[in-house]
């Protein structure tokens, strides 16, 4: 679920707010490309996680990744201590009981979705953006 830019811009300040999405969009996609390539985690259902949590989990696989990228730079290879491709990895643990994650994941997926939330948001963060800018 991806929001869209404004597609009919009205006003400067809609006009404002359609490009500063843009710009900031790109940005965040092309890094959670980059994590959710490296980390299975960042590919994973996060809204069951709490909050602080996928700080959490978002800082660490952040500060792996400036690592793993500063060890490559100096050309040292990473070791593992088992072969995915080799099938000598351990298998997922899988249960199909009822969680409570499960629960927080669904209830946020519906506020999320709601369109009047996100048009209420959409309309506050517009006016946050004008109100920071020379308009």
Known sequence: ????????????KTKLFAERQEAVRKAVEKAFDVLQARFAIVRG???????????????????LHNMIVEDERDNYELAFDYDVAEGSAPPPTISHER?????????????IRDPQTHARLQEDLKEEIWKRSDG
Do not use: N, W
């Open 99 to 111: 969680h409570l994650y499960y629960e927080t994941y669904f209830q946020r997926t519906a506020v």
């Open 1 to 12: 679920f991806r929001s869209k830019t404004i597609s009919f811009l009205q006003g400067p």
């Open 45 to 63: 259902p996060s809204r069951m996680m709490e909050e602080e949590d996928i700080g959490v989990v978002m800082k660490a696989c952040v500060i």
